[in-house]
């Protein structure tokens, strides 16, 4: 199997929303942490636009699910602000947005985090 086939295959982003609001519907989470990894290393324009992605997630998840969130866009925001929050805040779950240029940029995060 080559890349693209297992990247479409992981990552499809219709079958990767539904698995994380189905997780946070099933164990009733009570808050969730939205991540859009640093990009500013492949994109000269990185932080120019909004993470809509996880902000309708975010969304959903606030006004039908009842749970609380935050996002977190490390184009702006720092790691080490991350890491405090995950300390101070102790959310139930944390969703990192992965995309195929930034794939290795998350595995850090994740090893980070």
């Not at 297992?6 to 946070?24: E, M």
């Not at 290393?41 to 006004?63: F, H, N, V």
């Amino acid at each position: 199997m080559n890349v693209r086939k297992a990247y479409h295959k992981i990552f499809n982003d219709k079958i990767r929303y539904c698995t994380v609001l189905y997780l946070i519907k099933m164990n009733s989470q009570k808050l969730v942490f939205f991540i859009w990894p640093d990009e500013r290393r492949l994109w000269a324009t990185a932080g120019d636009r909004a993470p809509l992605g996880i902000g309708y997630l975010s969304s959903y998840c606030k006004e039908l699910l009842g749970v609380k969130t935050k996002i977190f866009d490390l184009n702006h925001d720092s790691e080490e602000f991350l890491k405090d929050s995950i300390v101070k805040e102790k959310p139930d779950i944390i969703c990192i947005s992965i995309t195929a240029p930034n794939y290795l940029e998350c595995l850090r995060l994740n090893k980070a985090i």
